[in-house]
Each structure stands twice: as C-alpha cells, then as structure tokens.
C-alpha cells in the first residue's frame, strides 16, 4: 500500500505540480505541447485501464439537484461579474456579442469542446478517481484540486485568473464529488467560463482573439 501511494503521490507531481509550473518557463512551444498532449494521453489510458472509466453519458444523472444549484450559482455570478465589469471597464460589458457574432459563437464552442471538457477530465474525473486516496478527508482534497487547477493557468501571468480559476475550482470539484459526473461538471464549467467572455472579462482573462 506505502509503495502506491508513493507512486501516486510522485505522479500527481508530476502531472499537476512540475508540468504546469514549467510551462511559465520560455523553453519551446512544440515542446510544451507535445508535453501537455502526451500527458492527456497518458491520462485517458490509466481512466480507461486502471480506473475503469467509460467515457458515456451516465443514465441516471440527477438533474433536478444539478439544474437547482447551477441556477442559483449563475445568478450570483452573473450579478456580481456584471456589477465589477460595469465598475472597472464599462466599454466592455458584453462588448464581443455586441460587435462580431462570428467570433462570440466560434469561441463559445471552441472553448467549450477543446478547452472545457479536456480540464474537466484531467482535473475532476482523473484528479478525484485518482488521487482520493491521498487525502484523509474530501474537503482537503477539493481544496487541492482548486489549488492544482489555478496552477494549471499560472503561464497566463494573470493574478485575476488565478484568483478565478481557484474559485472555480472549488465549486467544480464540489459539483464532482456531490454528483460524480464528467458531464454535468463540464457543462457548468462551459457556462460559467462562456459567461465571463459573454459579459466583457474576455480581455482581462487573456481570451484569445478578444481584441478583434
């Protein structure tokens, strides 16, 4: 038992310690993501393998409970993102739907398919299938998945993003454990992280594209 949690611990810095913190570095970008490919890769084999993960939609999904508490979240970030954007950069307030449709509609499901769902299965499914067992109790392990998940987006350099990503992650990584579902968490993650570019924090987030 020592030797595997050993392995594991060794793995998870690895993969959520030492990869994400190199990428601050300037070696080359073919190399950073030949790295950051290589080790999705690595993960879906070991859910698929060892973790006994089937990449479906699960049948019994409780969507009642999951709509009831993504509602009630999305309005209290709604208000209070609205609000710090009309106080900080007025000009910005939903200033991408409001002048380039295409690009609004064409980030919303870039971000979503090719950003979203990848961290979700890297930073919940794996993350809590994985490495629960590290941990004595679940709210130190949300806690360091919120941690892990705003070190995930430190090469951006951006104290705002930090801050939001670590908050993000918190309420992800209570969604994952109260409901055990790569869906329904990706689905919140896409409307919360869609919504910051809908509402003008595209620019302060580093979206690409955003200035056009």
Do not use: C
């Not at 949690?5 to 080359?28: A, D, K, Q, R």
């Not at 006994?52 to 709604?78: D, E, P, Y």
């Not at 790569?182 to 200035?211: C, D, K, Q, R, S």
């Amino acid at each position: 038992m020592k030797g595997k949690i050993y392995s594991l611990g060794l793995e998870f810095l690895l993969l959520f310690v030492i990869m994400p913190v190199s990428f601050t570095i300037g070696y080359p970008l073919w190399v950073k993501a030949l790295l950051a490919v290589s080790g999705f890769l690595y993960i879906l084999v070991l859910l698929k393998k060892a973790e006994g993960i089937s990449f479906r939609i699960k049948k019994r999904i409780k969507w009642k409970a999951f709509t009831k508490r993504i509602v009630m979240t999305f309005l209290i970030i709604a208000i209070l993102t609205t609000t710090f954007v009309i106080n900080t950069q007025p000009e910005a307030l939903f200033i991408v739907p409001r002048t380039n449709m295409l690009l609004f509609i064409g980030i919303l499901f870039v971000y979503s398919v090719f950003s979203v769902w990848p961290q979700e299965i890297i930073y919940r499914t794996f993350f809590f299938e994985r490495y629960d067992i590290l941990f004595k109790s679940r709210s130190l392990l949300i806690f360091v998945n919120a941690v892990v998940f705003s070190l995930a987006h430190l090469f951006f350099r951006n104290t705002l993003v930090l801050v939001l990503t670590f908050l993000g992650g918190l309420i992800f990584g209570m969604t994952y454990v109260r409901f055990r579902s790569t869906t329904l968490v990706t689905i919140e993650h896409a409307l919360y992280g869609n919504w910051l570019f809908t509402v003008g924090m595209g620019e302060m987030l580093a979206f690409p594209g955003y200035e056009a």
